[in-house]
């Protein structure tokens, strides 16, 4: 690639991406195109030895050839700007004495961004203005074209200024936060799974821990969001959108439920990944109808995070701006189901014992009503009861919308109201209770 070189996309670091616009200067271009040494030379900018000299301090502190150059005075950035302008007959944009809006950034992907070396800074109804490193590389205009579906207007920028203006949209980089937090899950010791974030079936399932690195961003999206939730001991996930009517300060919540309060996630979701995060999500259900936006749907992931088997209970309701998501995570490893040990006042844990025994007998009848808010641990006690209670000589029976936590020696029905076996017929509470009676019970437990 000649004039203003743009990164490989399998250049991941930025020595490796130097060493490649490094190259790309002492060869022609695909279109015929004057490298930038050629160019700086031939207009008596600088001198052959000059710019190897660049060269070499630019290989050594690991930047662009660009910045080389004008950080040893030997040009200076407008002169440079210009230069190139009139030599590949392009406009030009100084990014550094430019405010970007940080929602027209991201209109493109970061880690597309990135690797294109460009970032949009203004845009009308029919057309973006990006300023790239490379303005005439065709393949990479007509790709955010194809991403974006609006008329590309590429400018003529500064790869340094590029990079500096995509960290100060993204605070150095989102994606990276994401991959670090990826990275303190990651098993070195094992290789990474080809696929990403996936969840196969209900019996084989990825760890997703295993991520792999090349990954589509929506999947390493989705599974850092997970992963956050998960290294934060949250409760419950919140994907939430606003839009703002200007286009201005259109943004998506993330939050984690943690020991009751809402907090902020660990990084940002860039608005135009709104769509694809609940989309990949509801492939993840295996339930959910992808194509449907306009009423409420519920679902079921089962998943594997560092070896551990992880459960999320996922509801979607249509909102004014969108999708709105909530992920309830229902982690095995977190279950007390010794209720001894869930906190319980010693007066009311002897009161409440006293309650259980003799059930399974002939003298213990009666109900056990457990209500709260949501989170405030109705399942866990129901399921700590279960557990105090359970003994090989009497038969308990549950019936749950959906199995919250599998427990041993307990016979546990998933009820699916909204499964449709022919007729009137569906597998409610109802129906559940029904054939319970006929199975000779000693205990039943009926969950929401």
């Not at 005075?73 to 002169?79: A, D, E, H, R, V």
């Not at 303190?184 to 690195?213: C, H, M, R, Y």
């Not at 995060?277 to 936006?293: G, H, L, P, Q, Y």
């Not at 998943?303 to 909102?319: D, G, H, K, L, S």
């Amino acid at each position: 690639m000649s004039g203003i070189p743009v990164v490989n996309p399998a250049a991941r670091t930025l020595e490796a991406s130097n060493t490649l616009l490094a190259k790309s200067m002492m060869v022609k271009g695909l279109h015929g195109r004057k490298t930038l040494s050629e160019v700086l030379v031939e207009r008596r900018l600088l001198t052959r030895e000059q710019f190897q000299a660049a060269e070499a301090a630019a290989q050594k502190s690991r930047a662009f050839i660009q910045q080389a150059v004008i950080d040893m005075n030997l040009i200076s950035k407008t002169q440079l700007l210009q230069c190139l302008a009139d030599e590949w007959q392009i406009q030009a944009v100084d990014l550094s004495q430019m405010k970007v809006d940080v929602e027209t950034v991201k209109i493109i992907p970061e880690a597309v961004a990135r690797r294109h070396l460009v970032i949009p800074f203004a845009k009308e109804e029919t057309a973006l203005w990006v300023a790239m490193a490379d303005p005439h590389d065709f393949f990479v205009s007509e790709d955010l074209h194809l991403r974006t579906d609006i008329e590309i207007r590429p400018y003529l920028a500064l790869p340094q200024d590029v990079l500096a203006a995509l960290d100060a949209a993204y605070g150095h980089g989102e994606g990276m936060a994401m991959n670090r937090l990826i990275a303190e899950f990651a098993k070195p010791d094992e290789d990474p799974a080809a696929d990403g974030l996936q969840v196969v079936s209900n019996d084989v399932k990825t760890d997703i821990a295993e991520i792999d690195a090349t990954a589509p961003e929506v999947e390493k999206m989705v599974n850092a969001i997970i992963l956050g939730a998960l290294q934060m001991k949250a409760s419950d996930i919140h994907i939430t959108p606003f839009e703002d009517i200007l286009g201005k300060n259109s943004k998506i919540l993330l939050r984690y439920r943690v020991d009751g309060r809402l907090l902020p996630g660990p990084f940002s979701v860039p608005w135009a990944y709104r769509s694809a995060i609940v989309a990949k999500i509801k492939i993840m259900t295996d339930s959910m109808n992808i194509t449907e936006r306009r009423v409420p749907q519920s679902g079921r992931i089962q998943i594997v995070a560092q070896t551990n088997p992880v459960e999320f209970r996922v509801e979607m309701v249509p909102t004014v701006y969108g999708e709105s998501c909530v992920m309830r995570i229902l982690d095995r490893r977190s279950v007390q189901v010794d209720i001894h040990k869930m906190g319980f006042m010693p007066d009311t844990l002897d009161q409440y014992l006293s309650l259980l025994k003799g059930i399974g007998g002939k003298k213990n009848f009666g109900l056990i009503l457990v209500c709260g808010p949501t989170g405030s641990g109705k399942s866990t006690t129901l399921y700590a009861t279960i557990n105090h209670i359970s003994r090989p000589d009497i038969n308990i029976l549950t019936a749950e919308n959906p199995v919250e936590y599998n427990l041993d020696g307990i016979v546990q029905v998933s009820v699916s109201p909204d499964l449709k076996l022919g007729g009137d017929k569906k597998f409610d509470f109802a129906l559940a209770l029904r054939s319970f009676l006929r199975l000779d019970p000693d205990v039943i437990m009926v969950g929401e």
